[in-house]
């Protein structure tokens, strides 16, 4: 049996004889002695095979990178000067009495050590990759996140449900993975995007506080960040009011940063309007680490004989605003280009700029390409709003809102994340930031298709005393919304539901979902909130993202044990794949392949 | 804020002032007061509404059934010869000082303690029948039961890795559900059957103690106990043989019966070779609460001149055997015919049987329609064999010893659960009687196929020094595979798995799957075991049924928040459903529906 894991081996051991199994992770001989680090999912530690012990030690020297061995020897201190602080067993060795090999191994691909390997060789060697310690411990953290979510939420009253897989298809949203159905000839199955429709239900039906960590799906396009299954921690409870909810779940999120990462994030955790977050940084998920903020000038920009941005301020829903940058006096012209390529990105048509050299010499000591077409008022405004410093760079953006949100939004994340803005201290490098965004609107105006659609889910309550705005003004209507931000990303969103048929039917009017429609789609839940469903609301985290984050990990695949490429395909076992005839037969469909051309 | 749940009101809080939240269960009208039963998912409590109290009367008079509301008011004692044992409430009730109609209801279809209820209601209207006081306890218990799982396994370092649930189709086995690919033209992701090979993989990459509790997908025609996606709790371990590996589950097992229905199972657990399962029961999953056993007569039967004794004694794989019932003496001849006929749906062409009246009379006190055909050698060896005694009734079976162990052995559970079993005392009831079943043997021959298949599944292990049989006498050789049964289910099943190449070679050798076929199917599993795989093995409990028979459910549907029912649809959401052609079109098939015959 075994004594300990080999990376937990340590000064506690001195002097006694363990017996560890794991793997060689480097063989080594020095001086006629054969020393191994032996590797288990808890790390490593030194194995020392010393040619007295003639036996084990012709075992020692058959041994190669990845055999699986178990070794019994005696715990000794490293000699001085050989200690590696770097490992819990650094500063002692196990001097083996006695070596098993269990299986040995080809010699591998690759050396797991090897950090330059491509990511095809790494899903296709998947099961070698996950021998990496870095994949281990990713691994293990993600374990530890979802039982400290469990632990916290079992102390509340949370109750683990589990919801369909095989579940109705609703043609809106993200397009759905399906099933074909072999008993029900023609129909399908659909896998759930979330569990949404299910856990309120499980509300209606009186569970009270609902959780589930879940597999959810989505067949869309993928980018570095997106599976085709994700992990969802999923939660819902009845009778609690916005504000309740959110400190169960800021509270759950501390609890599992404490736990994890021994991290104490900010209690209570800031919160922030929608409109705030957008004002000020031009994003619903703001990266507080990073210090720049938006100067709004739309107002004083209106009449400056600079097109770009009086035509940006004078236009129903353009906005002008500056983003003041510290220090960035210094930025060199193909900095500059290099930014404003960036902000095109976004949809930006260009990036104006002011460097302030010395504010006591007025107009003299700006430089800038604009500021000859920007009159006194305008530029003074530019400078006490955004506390021009000499020294700074003021950028700018005029256009949509939405593009100089999302364009100049991007740069002041871009410029923070430098090494410029680090050096800057711009940016609290290793700090967690997390915060609440809020009072989130009820509908987004879609201009193609003429007409509102949900901003979050159609199920999301209005806030209170914004009822009559659903058939007034839409687009004033805020929401019980709620979306948990740390560092620039989302981590988790949520909101209080509707929980009365005739608010729901409020909002499918105002998002023209008539009767019939909404029975057709929603017509099980629309039946339930009849039956004297509960005031009920909750929230849906992000797992792999919470888990790539906290790991540092650079991609989500980074946290999943088998993920799938971008073309969606599982290197390791080759899925999808094609399958037989009499499968497609009993399951009554048939392909209908792309048509091949050819040259004619 | 809710002081407690409805249902956790107790003589505790005596003179206190409580808010509770629930749905109106009942209201009568007694002498000018209204008594409310008020339910949430604990229990229910009584409420009391004084005419005295106006305001709140008045809201009380317009409460109907289902209604959500939200009560505060004075626990009192109620007055005696009122008081209700059955509740944890029991004793007291509560005079309502205020009353919130959260909700209303419509009137409810149908009464929510109407025990007579079709299955089709239940499910169309899934979201009331949840709130049946017994479905909230049985999905209660399920959480308690998954999550003490989780307590255990953590606290013993096993750690819950996520498998894909988009994996690859592999055609044998049950059938696989098929998931088309967009991406990939004319490619097919599957749902998975279990995550076996994923699990020995992670064992594979060092991950050394793995548990997931996961949904699995069967697309079989579906019985009672059967759903298209149903939970197991998957675990595996490294470095552990069979013995270590079965005590860590069975304690898994006794705690959670211990932490969830206080019921101390046996320590330790028995353990029956499956040979002698099959000997003593005719079954690999005995119910051991059912105290009769098998006398097997097989030798001594086959020079009788009951033809039917003898010709099965004497053909290859015939077996005679006798079911002894005590004090069966009295059986009527109509009970006897319907034994009879039970047996037949085994095969069985018949149930010859002997009532023993009177032992001291010798021939003349058996009463029998064979006994004449039957010599005295053969019939004193059945019943000295068989400990006869005065008023016994004697079975037997006769034929092929398939076909005995089925008939007789569901006839021995079938006579042990009847009244007059329990009555007999033939049936420990309310026990709860587990045990291990070993040493299976690793293949089946498959008499159609004419070639040998794995009786577990093709990567389990065989037995130390079975090595060899492999190869000479593939029939021989017993697995390192078991199954945990309890009270004639089976709950559980797993083996050590293979760890190296050389002997999963023989295995499919023996299989008759060539190294092609074995590449294609298995070949990530094949190639991971070149890599330094360590011994390891595991097991997969049923969840569904586990609880099904922890909560006494009559189907594994009353345990499963949104079963489907045997036609595998969701009467609830109305799936599968019929899905856009732009659908199918991005999925690259089409339909291919079944012809319609028209009358000519």
Chains 1, 2 share one sequence.
Not at 380 to 396: H, T, Y
Not at 404 to 412: E, F, K, S, W
Not at 519 to 537: I, N, T, V
């Amino acid at each position: 049996m075994r004594t300990c894991y080999t990376g937990q081996v340590s000064s506690e051991h001195l002097g006694q004889i363990v017996t560890l199994f794991g793997w060689v992770h480097r063989r080594r001989d020095h001086g006629g002695v054969i020393f191994i680090d032996l590797r288990d999912r808890e790390g490593l530690a030194q194995i020392v095979c010393d040619p007295d012990r003639v036996d084990t030690f012709q075992i020692a020297e058959r041994l190669r990178n990845e055999f699986c061995v178990s070794i019994t020897g005696l715990v000794r201190k490293r000699p001085e000067g050989t200690t590696n602080a770097s490992l819990k067993s650094g500063e002692v060795e196990i001097l083996a009495h006695d070596i098993d090999i269990l299986n040995a191994s080809v010699p591998v691909p690759f050396q797991l050590d090897d950090d330059n390997l491509s990511e095809t060789t790494r899903l296709t060697h998947r099961v070698l990759d996950l021998r990496r310690p870095q994949m281990q411990q990713n691994l293990m953290l993600r374990y530890r996140v979802s039982i400290e979510v469990r632990k916290y939420l079992d102390q509340l009253g949370f109750i683990d449900i589990e919801t369909p897989m095989l579940t109705k298809s609703t043609p809106e949203g993200a397009r759905d993975y399906l099933v074909p159905s072999r008993v029900n000839a023609g129909q399908f199955f659909a896998l759930p995007q979330s569990p949404q429709l299910f856990k309120q239900l499980l509300m209606v039906s009186g569970f009270d506080r609902y959780y589930q960590i879940v597999k959810c799906f989505r067949d869309e396009d993928l980018r570095a960040d997106r599976q085709p299954e994700f992990t969802q921690i999923d939660c819902e409870t009845s009778f609690l009011n916005e504000q309740q909810i959110r400190d169960i779940f800021e509270d759950m999120i501390r609890h599992v940063f404490k736990t994890v990462k021994n991290v104490d994030l900010a209690n209570p955790f800031p919160v922030m309007p929608w409109s705030e977050a957008m004002h000020r940084f031009g994003s619903d998920k703001p990266d507080l680490r990073v210090s720049l903020e938006f100067t709004d000038l739309t107002d004083i920009m209106k009449d400056v004989d600079f097109k770009v941005f009086a035509g940006a301020a004078n236009s129903e829903g353009g906005r002008v605003v500056a983003l003041r940058v510290p220090g960035g006096g210094d930025m060199s012209r193909s900095e500059i280009d290099a930014y404003t390529q960036f902000v095109g990105i976004y949809g930006a048509r260009g990036l104006a700029w002011i460097k302030v050299n010395d504010l006591a010499k007025g107009r003299e000591g700006l430089q800038s390409p604009i500021v000859k077409n920007i009159h006194d008022v305008a530029l003074n405004a530019v400078l006490e709003r955004s506390g021009a410093q000499n020294g700074d760079i003021i950028f700018f953006g005029a256009d949509k809102a939405k593009v100089v949100n999302d364009a100049i939004g991007a740069l002041r994340v871009k410029i923070g994340h430098s090494e410029f803005g680090r050096k800057q201290g711009l940016m609290a490098v290793g700090e967690w930031r997390p915060l609440w965004v809020v009072d989130f609107p009820m509908f987004e105006y879609d201009e193609e298709a003429g007409r509102y659609t949900a901003a979050h889910h159609p199920f999301t309550a209005p806030k209170d005393g914004h009822e009559d705005l659903l058939t007034t003004n839409p687009a004033a209507a805020l929401a019980k919304a709620y979306d948990m931000v740390l560092n620039g990303w989302e981590i988790g969103g949520g909101s209080v539901r509707i929980h009365r048929e005739e608010v729901q039917s409020k909002v499918f009017r105002a998002l023209k979902i008539d009767a019939e429609e909404a029975q057709l789609k929603f017509g099980f839940l629309l039946d339930a909130l009849q039956y004297g469903a509960p005031p009920h609301g909750g929230i849906a985290f992000g797992l792999d993202r919470i888990v790539t984050m906290m790991t540092g990990a650079e991609s989500i695949r980074d946290v999943i044990a088998f993920p799938k490429t971008q073309r969606a395909q599982d290197l390791l076992t080759q899925a999808p794949s094609a399958v037989d005839e009499k499968q497609l037969r009993e399951l009554h469909i048939r392909l209908r392949m792309p048509e091949v051309k050819t040259a004619g």
